[in-house]
């Protein structure tokens, strides 16, 4: 346990002595503390944990159901369910002690025993001082070697200690309390930036961030109600019109301020235009570059229904093979080309060609010459046959096939580097087998699929075929 320098013990002391918990706090602690619960449902009937009352609903186990009553959402669980485990719920209080910011960070922590749910006190566990950014945390921070991080509540505060934890900050992220910041904030430079209404409104707040950068749109945005884009203050401009700012017209404001969209909806909102809010929540998950080359093609929601119409939609795969229409121009206004009913498939087969153009035109011819002049080493005994490549399809192809990288001999086959066949069945002709590279009339290589070895009774085969036919060359 690192030791705390006199001149931080004595801030620690000085806040445990001076800085009281504000008269709304233990109100406040209460409130959130009632946010973790559960709601018992048996015979179609809910039942509120929290406030005790009943109600009807047609959700099931395991979905969330908010509670007529006390307006709190809640998980919901069969009544014989016995044992749930809540996340820590972060508190954070702002307080000022001379010319400092002190930020103190507590958690509560429940837990739902048979029947009983159980709410801990807020326990204190970290502080921050700003502006010189020191962080401090106690001994029931348990902090382990791969970063996750527990708190237990159960100990009493023995002792403080700076917090190192590689180059990361203590996080402040948390339920800031929000009764208090407009009396600190008077007559300092943040007594118009309406920090306590977001504070009220949003669950998660950084206010280390805001008291390390004091951006005039942080209180615009709170005024304009748009709360979860005031958490990037930085984004938006306070000059222009509208459009300037948000990158899209005015008539989307209402729209905006109804749903508080995030920064990411907003750019989802951007790109489609449409004031579907299950639409642009649904899309969240995908990545906006990729949703960016969708956006050119399709409205949002032939996309959705897209998506839906494919179990186990790969977006991956799919812009994979938008961009391989895309190379080999292929008309992305048909309905057929955009929609395949198979994206694997036709992925697949559009990759090779893509492949096979990437190439460009003078390989693909020398290949075909280089097969002229290797035509006359094909040679068959017993059950196979040997031939060398005739073009970069079969190349291609043959790569697929064998999931190995032959492709990547394109270029040295048509420039004579090396020369390569194919070893096949002769009852199965269009099947892959073995793969041969031969250099200087040697076979230098010769590999199965996923570059297997070989067999004995292959390897008798090409022993043959280099003494018979490519020894005489
Ligand atoms: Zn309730």
Not at 179 to 206: G, H, M, P, R, V
Not at 327 to 347: A, G, Q, S, T, V
Request: proline share 2%; charged share 30%; with cysteine.
């Amino acid at each position: 346990m690192s030791y705390l320098k006199k001149q931080y013990r004595e801030i620690i002391e000085k806040i445990d002595k001076e800085l009281k918990l504000p008269k709304k706090w233990d109100e406040f602690v209460k409130k959130e503390a009632e946010k973790d619960n559960l709601i018992i449902k048996t015979q179609g009937i809910c039942h509120c944990k929290n406030c005790g009352t009943s109600f009807k609903s047609n959700k099931k186990i395991n979905e969330i159901v908010k509670c007529p009553h006390c307006k709190n959402e809640y998980l919901i669980k069969r009544k014989n369910y016995q044992w749930h485990n809540f996340q820590n719920r972060t508190l954070v209080l702002l307080d000022k002690l001379d010319s400092n910011w002190i930020i103190r960070l507590f958690v509560i922590q429940t837990v739902y025993v048979r029947g009983n749910i159980r709410h801990s006190n807020a326990i204190e566990y970290g502080r921050v001082v700003l502006p010189e950014d020191l962080n401090f945390v106690n001994n029931r921070l348990y902090c382990h070697m791969y970063g996750t991080e527990k708190v237990f509540g159960n100990q009493k505060i023995k002792r403080w200690r700076e917090y190192h934890h590689g180059y990361h900050r203590l996080p402040c992220e948390g339920k800031l309390f929000p009764y208090n910041l407009k009396k600190l904030f008077a007559n300092t430079e943040y007594q118009y930036s309406q920090l306590w209404t977001l504070a009220k409104k949003e669950d998660c707040i950084d206010i280390s961030y805001y008291l390390n950068h004091n951006l005039p749109s942080t209180e615009l945005l709170i005024k304009m109600k748009l709360y979860k884009l005031a958490f990037c203050p930085k984004t938006f401009n306070i000059k222009g019109s509208f459009e300037k700012r948000f990158g899209i017209d005015k008539s989307y404001y209402p729209f905006m301020k109804k749903n508080n969209i995030d920064i990411e909806e907003l750019d989802i909102l951007k790109l489609f235009k449409r004031k579907n809010i299950k639409a642009i929540r649904f899309l969240k998950k995908y990545r906006l570059d990729h949703l960016k080359i969708l956006a050119k093609y399709m409205n949002m929601d032939k996309l959705i229904n897209f998506i839906k119409r494919n179990s186990n939609f790969d977006m991956d795969l799919y812009i994979d093979y938008i961009r391989f229409l895309e190379i080999l121009k292929i008309d992305l206004k048909n309905k057929k080309n955009l929609f395949p009913d198979d994206i694997k498939e036709e992925h697949d087969k559009y990759e090779m060609q893509v492949q096979i153009l990437e190439v460009g035109e003078d390989t693909r011819n020398h290949i075909k010459q280089r097969y002229n002049e290797l035509e006359k080493y094909t040679f068959s005994h017993n059950q196979y046959f040997i031939v060398p490549a005739k073009s970069m399809e079969e190349l291609v192809d043959e790569s697929k096939q064998q999931s190995h990288c032959v492709r990547n001999y394109a270029k040295l086959y048509a420039e004579g580097e090396c020369d390569l066949y194919f070893m096949r069945e002769k009852e199965t002709p269009k099947q892959s087998l073995v793969t041969v590279e031969v250099k200087n009339g040697r076979v230098v290589q010769s590999r199965g699929r996923f570059n297997s070895n070989i067999n004995t009774k292959q390897k008798r085969f090409l022993n043959l075929w280099q003494k018979k036919v490519l020894k005489v060359a």
